[in-house]
């Protein structure tokens, strides 16, 4: 089924709202070249898209997957790649699954929102 453009964007103006970064994750080094642990290294893109919170049973129920992720992120599109980390309202998920559909991408993160 194809879906027409218009009907994309719609849902984009409509769903789209929250504004989420794409970063590599990596080795983080000190400025000496010490090795200071692992997390986000550069930032590689910026979209809007939803965000919500969800559990592991509805992930895998819905998707088919056990996948170890508490939230479930869609977009237009997006160069996002799994093991990249998703910061969203100012936390980091760590991105466990991709999955491109005709009218958008999902991304299924695993992190902790320390303001719920």
């Known amino acids: 089924m194809k879906i027409p453009e218009m009907f994309k964007q719609v849902i984009e103006d409509t769903f789209y709202d929250k504004?989420?970064?794409?970063?590599?994750?990596?080795?983080i080094k000190d400025d000496e070249g010490a090795e200071v642990g692992?997390?986000?290294v550069k930032?590689?893109?910026n979209f809007e898209g939803n965000f919500q919170f969800s559990t592991r049973e509805?992930?895998?129920?819905?998707?088919?997957k056990e996948i170890e992720a508490n939230a479930i992120v869609t977009c237009d599109k997006t160069i996002a790649q799994i093991g990249n980390i998703l910061v969203y309202n100012s936390n980091d998920y760590t991105i466990k699954s991709k999955i491109i559909s005709d009218s958008h991408t999902t991304l299924l993160v695993n992190g902790s929102d320390e303001n719920v």
Do not use: A, F, R, V
């Open 19 to 27: 504004k989420i970064e794409i970063w590599s994750s990596g080795t």
């Open 58 to 64: 509805y992930i895998q129920q819905e998707y088919g």
């Open 38 to 40: 692992t997390g986000k």
């Open 43 to 45: 930032k590689i893109d």
